[in-house]
């Protein structure tokens, strides 16, 4: 299995779904060998062997930076010097030769590889061994640049890997559909398992009303609570939030807005927020953590996810998890496996803006809103998603073999 | 002994709630004109349902009852379908009328607006009740002698005053749980009334048909003439009664599956059969006995594996809803706007409430609920920002009555 990141030293939902599938494919029975770029103890994780590629710390700005696809400016790994371990090319040059030690060691069964960081690994791990290779995609170059075009290096190195693949996984048919499309990839060999939610991940948690005292108390003067907990980038299509916020607030003026993260958005959010008049009622949070992160779901009356292009998105199911209701925009996967919640396209701020207000109007429609999400995604489990996997795991191999 | 069949045929088409928003409470009072390709688009939708069931089925019933003296049938037409049909397909409705002409069609009572008002205002139930006696009069020269509430919605109360109000008959489902040991196959009469009859859906064998015709996972299919009429044969009882919508032949099941060949030979093959008869619903409380007495305490509707109400009334959402619909009764019906009331009657359609129901999101059941909307969330959304505009108006009205009541205070 290679990927690039693991909780607590995640950047992103990468390593959360690394982290469960991992975990519920060894109780199916699979031995896992974990590669990560960095080196880490990971004391907690005993269902697998953790390799780490280089003695880079966990919380390296390099591994940090791993969603940063559009500083990439070299193809050729040849003309990268591995060395110096200070650019993302280098860490991944030299996590590929480790890679290579270590299938000399270890024939893999099936080679697993998560997102472009590992693909070329992954596609040299399966000309060394003749093991199957199975592309894991999380995200695209295309999720990750919103709706601009994206490095044409990180386009380069992902198509060349799909195509040397002998399987593909895409969290999401929104995500199968790009891989199509953009990478002219045959439908046949990309399968569609989305991910799930470790309901037992959260426990035990109680929630901290003093942490955000000031919503509590707007709460009880009939406010209502609206909350994104995201990367401030171009791919989560924030400044349109803002704008159907605004639109929101035309016709309903007790409105909350809590924006939690950070990014290189944030300047210009709060600029527009502030030239559409609504800047007192968007709040920005900053990056949040542990217990201030999960307050931030438990105030949240309702959850959108406003992303332009969003493979999957998991924090729709941890806000689902903790009781909000959820508006998610069409172009995010995780709608795909929800019915109990609004859809809107990412742009339409009419629509957004209309869906706020019905929810701000109607105690009954952010009450069934609530419940319904609440009573279904629980449903989803990484016990089937690592099912999906093993099946897949059989054929290729089965593929490969005849 | 005679064998017979009552055919009961339901016409609707609702004027469904078009993608309406809060940005348009106040802007425009038009809650179902919208002109794109959507399912939400009513004209399209007439059209469509028109193409495939409605022109194929008529020119097949009058056919039939060309050919078969012996053929008779009961239709159910909603006072939307009227509507609809006189703006967008007047010789559609001129082809009913020709049905209604042959003396052997009789069409059923019902709320004009396909409402359930008897379950929230009995007055309104009643002014919906007499507009779509009128409208009928009108378009068919006919008055109603039976009567069935939307959704076959049915209880004690509502033969009493079905009873009370003239009618010779009332329909409502056959269904095990009331029925008990009893069949659906005779006629009844319904606890604490005097001279009406009750009729009971034979649900199994309708929805044979309504249901089940094209479903190739059932066992009896594909379902020939010949079977099924020898299930008809078995029957136990005095008649079938066969409810179902109108739109089950070319609609529910497409030409395709055989749906009007098989009706076309059912029909034939049982008139052509020596003591075989059809009744009209008037017709078999007229000529039939009632068997023995029945009641219905509990409303007990058409729909679901519950056969009650929840499918429109059952969640928050579908309450909420319906609380603030009839709440502002009084003060629409005060103003005096006609375009106002039709609105605010128009919102009454039992399909609004069924496009928010939310169970089948459990069950998983999708193909249970038609909607043309895609989430009942959605449908809500658009429902409630036309109320909210219904609203609107009434304030406007109000303060103009209080102006003018100021007015002549002054003088």
């Known amino acids: ?402 | 002994m005679t064998k017979g069949i009552a055919l009961y045929l339901h016409v609707h088409q609702p004027y469904r709630v078009r993608p309406y928003s809060v940005f348009d409470i106040g802007n425009t009072h038009d809650y179902f004109g919208v002109k794109d390709d959507s399912k939400l688009n009513n004209e399209k939708m007439f059209y469509k349902v028109a193409e495939k069931s409605y022109w194929p089925m008529v020119s097949l019933l009058q056919s039939l009852l060309e050919r078969n003296p012996g053929f008779k049938l009961s239709l159910s037409i909603s006072g939307d379908f009227i509507d609809q049909a006189e703006e967008w397909a007047s010789d559609l409705l001129e082809a009913f009328k020709r049905l209604v002409a042959t003396g052997r069609v009789e069409i059923v009572g019902e709320t004009y607006y396909h409402s359930l008002a008897f379950f929230y205002n009995r007055q309104e139930f009643e002014a919906q009740v007499a507009l779509h006696r009128k409208r009928i009069q009108e378009v068919f020269d006919y008055t109603p002698t039976a009567f069935r509430n939307t959704e076959l919605a049915y209880n004690d109360d509502l033969a009493k005053w079905a009873d009370h109000t003239g009618y010779h008959a009332v329909l409502a489902e056959g269904w095990d749980k009331v029925l008990d040991w009893r069949s659906p196959n005779y006629v009844y009469k319904p606890t604490g009334t005097e001279n009406i009859k009750l009729l009971t859906k034979n649900y199994k064998l309708s929805d044979d048909i309504a249901f089940r015709f094209s479903d190739q996972a059932w066992n009896e299919w594909p379902l020939s003439t010949g079977k099924y009429v020898d299930w008809l044969e078995s029957a136990d009882g005095q008649l079938v009664n066969l409810f179902m919508d109108f739109e089950t032949f070319g609609e529910h099941q497409w030409a395709e599956t055989g749906i009007f060949s098989f009706i076309e030979n059912l029909v034939d093959t049982w008139s052509n059969r020596e003591n075989h008869v059809f009744y009209t619903v008037t017709g078999a409380a007229a000529e039939l006995e009632a068997s023995g007495e029945l009641s219905m305490p509990d409303t007990v509707t058409w729909a679901d594996s519950e056969r009650d109400l929840s499918a429109w009334n059952g969640n928050a959402m579908q309450k909420e809803a319906l609380k603030y619909l009839y709440d502002l009764q009084n003060d629409v019906l005060r103003s005096f706007d006609d375009d106002l009331i039709r609105d605010w009657r128009l919102l009454q359609s039992s399909d609004h409430f069924y496009y928010m129901a939310t169970k089948w999101l459990r069950d998983g059941d999708v193909h249970t609920y038609f909607s043309p909307y895609d989430s009942p969330y959605d449908s809500f959304i658009s429902y409630m920002n036309a109320i909210r505009d219904v609203r609107l108006r009434v304030m406007a009205h109000n303060k103009g009555l209080l102006s003018t009541q100021n007015h002549s205070e002054a003088e």
Request: hydrophobic residues 45%; glycine residues 6%.
């Open chain 1, 1 to 402: 299995m290679l990927g690039w990141e693991l909780p607590p030293y995640n950047s992103g939902g990468l390593g959360v779904a690394c982290y469960h599938m991992s975990k519920a494919l060894a109780v199916q029975g699979a031995t896992i060998d974990f590669v990560l770029p960095y080196k880490a103890s990971h004391a907690d994780i005993d269902f697998m062997t953790i390799h780490g590629a280089s003695s880079l710390p966990p919380e390296s700005k390099v591994h940090l930076g791993s969603y940063d696809s559009e500083y990439v400016t070299e193809l050729d790994l040849d003309n990268v010097d591995a060395g110096s371990l200070n650019t993302m090319r280098a860490v991944q040059k030299h996590y590929i030769k480790f890679v290579e030690k270590l299938v000399k060691k270890v024939q893999p069964d099936v080679i697993h590889a998560h997102d472009w960081l590992t693909m070329e690994a992954g596609v040299r791990a399966k000309a060394l061994t003749g093991a199957p290779l199975v592309v894991h995609v999380h995200a695209t170059e295309f999720d990750r640049s919103g709706e601009r075009y994206g490095n044409p290096i990180v386009h380069e190195i992902e198509q060349q890997a799909l195509l040397m693949a002998d399987r593909i996984i895409a969290v999401s048919n929104i995500t199968k559909a790009i891989i199509v499309k953009e990478y002219g990839i045959p439908e046949q060999n990309v399968e569609v398992v989305h991910n799930a939610l470790d309901v037992d991940s959260f426990a035990p948690y109680t929630y901290d009303t003093r942490n955000y005292e000031y919503f509590e108390a707007l709460k009880r003067e009939g406010y209502l609570v609206v909350a994104l907990i995201t990367r401030f980038t171009v791919q989560k299509g924030l400044t349109h939030f803002v704008r159907a916020a605004a639109k929101a607030c035309e016709k309903y003026d007790k409105f909350v807005f809590i924006l939690a993260g950070d990014g290189e958005q944030r300047d210009e959010l709060i600029s527009l927020a502030a030239s559409l008049g609504i800047a007192d009622k968007v709040y920005f949070t900053g990056f949040v953590r542990g217990k201030q992160w999960r307050d931030v779901y438990t105030i949240a009356d309702v959850f959108v996810m406003s992303s332009v292009s969003e493979p999957f998105g998991l924090t729709a199911l941890e806000a689902a998890h903790h009781n909000s209701a959820l508006i998610i925009s069409k172009q995010s996967g995780v709608g795909e496996v929800l019915n109990n919640i609004l859809r809107y396209d990412y742009w339409d701020t009419d629509r957004l803006a209309d869906q706020l207000a019905a929810i701000a109007l109607s105690p009954s429609l952010a009450t069934m809103l609530k419940q319904g999400v609440h009573d279904e995604y629980a449903n989803l489990s990484w016990k089937d998603v690592a099912q999906k996997c093993i099946s897949l795991y059989s054929r290729v191999h089965e593929g490969i073999a005849a």
